[in-house]
């Protein structure tokens, strides 16, 4: 008997015809829950389309004695969203879970990056997350339950060469995650981010043959299992996963330096550019109005604003 249990609850993993949404969808199915398997079917750069990647996820999770339906719909355009989570309700009359995993690559250094690279891999990886989010938070508001997981990548949160478009797409995922874990916290809903890392077609050729022995998509799957599960008590936060190891990513925000003089001068600046740079004080916040809680706090100390009564 697993810990991990998804008896009666339905979840849509996006782009699970291979690599690591397949993994999600077979351990999910093995856990429970029924799965939407969506996946357009096409290769890497998101060219062409076919219906066999999800049936074949679908095929081997029924094989196995679980539960799934496929969708061929894409996440790039509001209606293959809206299609998507209709095609959960259809099949399994409730969405309990999301797991925002498709993806493409347009690689490009930024000097030569062209507008239909920015858009197409904006479409799928940011605006999908937005295309899939919306109607399944509708649904999960509706019964007062919901696991979002969106797909980030250190691309977009540290940084890769020649992934601008990527890891611009894939650090906005963060963004939307935050807020639905705010505006969800009081419907039951929580919203996390997961930053893989996998051999997968999309790493074919980067990772070497080490770390391609090493990072088999299946170790990442724990983490997007458990975050899609109602067993997860965390929202608002950001997982590593692969190659067995998980960690947890923060955007942190130090107190920084306070000018005692208004305004503050470039020179000022300059002068004092390690105090705002230290990470002595760095903390994790909750939300945009902490920061504002902390600039009071430095205020009142400064004698800029009365203290509290
Ligand atoms: N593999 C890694 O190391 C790694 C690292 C960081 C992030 N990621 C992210 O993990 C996710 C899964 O990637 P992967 O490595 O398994 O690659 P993958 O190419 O094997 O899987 C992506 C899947 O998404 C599907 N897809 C693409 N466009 C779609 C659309 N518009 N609608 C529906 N489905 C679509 C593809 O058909 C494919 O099956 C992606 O979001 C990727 O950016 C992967």
Known sequence: MSLIEFEGRSVIVTGAGGGLGREYALVLARHGARVLVNDLGGGVSGDGGST???????????????????????????????????????????????????????????????????????????????NVTIPAFARMKEAAYGRIVLTSSSSGLLGNFGQANYGAAKTGLVGLAHVAAIEGARHGILANVIAPGARTRMTEGLLGPEMDQLL?????????????????????????????????YVLGLNDGWYAPQ????????????????????????????????????????????????
């Open 216 to 248: 088999d998509p299946a170790q990442v799957a724990a983490m997007a299992v458990y975050l899609a599960s109602p067993q997860c008590t965390q929202t608002h936060e950001i997982f590593s996963a692969g190659g067995g190891r998980f960690a947890r």
């Open 52 to 130: 066999s990647m999800a049936d074949a996820v679908v095929a081997e999770i029924k094989a196995a004695g679980g539960q799934a339906a496929a969708c061929y719909d894409s996440v790039a355009t509001p209606e293959g969203g809206r299609a998507i989570v209709s095609a959960a309700m259809d099949a399994f009359n409730q969405v309990d879970a999301v797991i925002h995993n498709a993806g493409i690559l347009r690689d490009r250094s930024l000097a030569s990056m062209t507008p239909d690279e920015v858009d197409g891999v904006l479409d799928v990886h940011l605006r999908g997350g937005f």
């Open 262 to 309: 208004h305004p503050a001068s470039p020179d000022d600046v300059l002068q004092h550019i390690d105090e705002i740079r230290d990470l002595d004080t760095l903390q994790v916040y909750e939300s945009g109005a902490d920061e504002m809680a902390v600039l009071r706090r430095m205020a009142v100390a400064a004698g800029m604003l009365p203290a509290p009564s």
